[in-house]
């Protein structure tokens, strides 16, 4: 499975961004493609995955986080809304459960989103 993120960028506060995941080799109805963030100096966490078979969002993102996919574009989205600096980090997509952060070591390039005024 090969999966490349795109869609990052220097956003102000408030603004919106939509990261993409698209996949190769496999089909993304097939898997659970999580987003998850790591901001420098930070552990990476889950902005949106599957967590006890339902999608995880953790109050840091809840309300502002969405994630989509599209089976015809093989592709996995996370939309983000009223985006904060906090929220700055680079963000990646992966085939796994949120329980599997840790021990997962296939991570792509990510995206990188930075939230500046």
């Known amino acids: 499975m090969r999966l490349v993120e795109s869609g990052g960028g220097l956003v102000q506060p408030g603004d919106s961004l939509r990261l993409s995941c698209v996949a190769s080799?496999?089909?993304?109805?097939?898997?659970?493609i999580g987003w998850f963030r790591q901001a420098p100096g930070k552990e990476r966490e889950g902005v949106s995955c599957?967590?006890?078979?339902?999608?995880f969002y953790p109050d840091s993102v809840k309300g502002r986080f969405t994630i989509s996919r599209d089976n015809d574009k093989n592709a996995v989205y996370l939309q983000m809304t009223s985006l904060k600096p906090e929220d700055t980090a680079t963000y990646y997509c992966?085939?796994?459960?949120?329980?599997?952060?840790?021990?997962?070591?296939?991570w792509g390039q990510g995206t990188q989103v930075t939230v500046s005024s």
């Open positions: 992966a085939g796994i459960p949120c329980e599997l952060i840790n021990v997962y070591q296939h």
């Open positions: 080799g496999v089909k993304v109805g097939d898997y659970t």
């Open positions: 599957l967590k006890d078979g339902t999608t």
